[in-house]
């Protein structure tokens, strides 16, 4: 009987919309962020546009030393922000008096990113001369690197501080903050890179001014906001200012093997870019350029990565694991389906997602578009599992499970991906398709070993924050109080 299946299908929708962890709940959360995450990929979208429309040697630069610069970040973003399952579990535990302090301790590892930054300034020629591109995008790759790495320490606070208010579910100040500081970026760049309304003619340095500009933006409006009385109160985010060694110690514990993770998973990418620009010039600016228009599409799945995290976090902080694993099915099933979407437009009309890049650049680009619209194919194949990758292992590290995933992404990194296209290019001359399959095979590969382990339901017994105290109430000795 048709009829009766179609309300059993009709009823079960209307269940997961409005149950708890259902769809209702993960879009309430994410679309902020998918503002906020998309806002971001629409700066490095256009960025990247503005740098293809000024010189093939500006595009081909602005990837590797553009990613180079995030590798090194990205062990201190990927630590402080972890910050948020912190507060997420303490939300839902309800000890709130340690979450502005929980904060503190990811601001001060800013000032360390800082540190770290600063002295790879004076190594970034080195540094590229090593890479081994060609002159002319070697001498740009170095200029970026430098300006880029003046941002950092602004940047690892701003992650920290976000934390803070997607760990609380309060993710609306953080799309609008991303808003602001995209459009100040853009604005930047145009001026910067081309020499408008006065401004010199940058080029390059332009770009990377505007994103340290832009960090530094968002730094700010974070420290204003905080710095209301409200929250002080509610959350000690400015009496909680005194560094905590057993805080300190814990955010460490949980969250650098996060921030390792995010390390080595930039880094397997990094060194992908890399060796592909050792295939020409050509090869490089094609494959900046499926990536940047992969970023587009993908970053609104890193928003519900994010919201399943947060999700997790409050309901294993409340000792509901069943509904945190609710929560990740339904964020999976939207990502999953948006993602289909995506993968079919890239198949079918490429042309859609590459024509903003090539319609203005100076030079003949038909090699760059035939490249172009194959490596988009790649995408549409691996697009599909990186959902899978994202929401699986940001479950299981909403709960604490951050040394499986670091060590999960290591030994893929090293031996599916970064080894296997080493040695298929110097060793057995293999070519730019060769290199994107084996890179296909590894974000396929930790789509499958993310949701495995998911499955496998470890997770559930798994928290960050310390034990409470359990109360139990003499008439009823069998039944302990959750608060």
């Not at 540190?115 to 540094?127: R, T, Y």
């Not at 948006?338 to 079918?348: D, T």
């Not at 040394?403 to 599916?416: G, K, N, Q, S, Y």
Request: a positive charge; one cysteine or more.
């Amino acid at each position: 009987m048709p009829f009766p299946m179609l309300e059993r299908i009709r009823q079960h929708f209307r269940n997961r919309w409005s149950n708890d962890g259902g769809y209702r709940e993960v879009l309430t959360i994410a679309f902020p962020l998918i503002l906020s995450t998309g806002s971001w990929s629409v700066q490095h979208f256009v960025d990247r546009m503005f740098l293809a429309w000024y010189s093939p040697e500006a595009i081909a630069a602005s990837m590797p030393a553009g990613i180079l610069n995030f590798t090194v970040m990205s062990l201190f973003i990927g630590t402080a922000s972890y910050v948020s399952t912190f507060v997420a579990q303490y939300h839902g535990s309800n000890q709130h008096e340690k979450i502005g302090p929980l904060m503190w301790q990811g601001i001060y590892l800013s000032l360390i990113a800082g540190l770290v930054h600063f002295a790879l300034m004076f190594a970034a020629e080195p540094i590229f001369v090593i890479v081994g591109h060609e002159p002319g995008v070697r001498e740009l790759e170095v200029i970026y690197f430098t300006v880029l790495c003046t941002g950092a320490m602004p940047v690892v606070a701003a992650s920290a501080m976000s934390g803070f208010f997607s760990g609380l579910g309060k993710t609306w100040p953080i799309m609008w903050i991303n808003v602001i500081a995209t459009a100040v970026n853009l604005a930047l760049d145009y001026v910067l890179i081309f020499g408008r309304w006065g401004f010199p003619e940058m080029g390059i340095r332009g770009a990377g001014i505007a994103t340290v500009i832009s960090g530094v933006v968002s730094f700010a409006i974070y420290s204003a906001l905080l710095l209301r009385p409200s929250y002080d109160r509610a959350f000690r985010t400015l009496r909680g200012w005194r560094p905590r060694i057993d805080l300190a110690r814990r955010l460490v514990r949980f969250g650098l093997p996060s921030g390792v993770q995010f390390f080595l998973d930039v880094a397997g990418f990094t060194i992908f870019i890399i060796l592909i620009g050792r295939l020409g010039t050509v090869n490089l600016a094609a494959s900046n350029i499926a990536f940047n228009i992969n970023t587009l599409a993908f970053m609104p799945m890193i928003g519900f990565g994010i919201t399943v995290s947060i999700l997790v976090g409050q309901f294993l902080g409340n000792n509901r694991p069943d509904k945190a694993a609710y929560a990740t099915y339904s964020g999976f099933h939207i990502t999953f389906m948006y993602m289909a979407i995506v993968a079919a437009l890239y198949v079918i009309a490429p042309g859609i997602f590459l024509e903003p890049f090539l319609d203005h650049a100076r030079p003949d680009t038909t090699a760059i578009r035939e490249i172009g619209t194959v490596l988009l194919r790649f995408i549409a194949l691996y697009c599909l599992f990186d959902s899978a990758s994202i929401i699986f292992a940001s479950a299981i590290k909403g709960a604490g499970d951050t040394r499986f995933v670091m060590f999960t992404i290591l030994a893929a990194a090293v031996c599916v991906l970064s080894v296997p296209c080493y040695l298929a290019i110097h060793y057995f001359g293999a070519g730019l398709y060769t290199t994107w399959t084996i890179g296909t095979a590894y974000v396929c590969l930790l789509g499958i070993v993310f949701l495995l382990r998911f499955r496998g339901g470890k997770w559930k017994a798994m928290r960050v924050i310390e034990e409470t105290p359990v109360l139990i109430p003499p008439a009823f000795p069998e039944s302990p109080l959750s608060e």
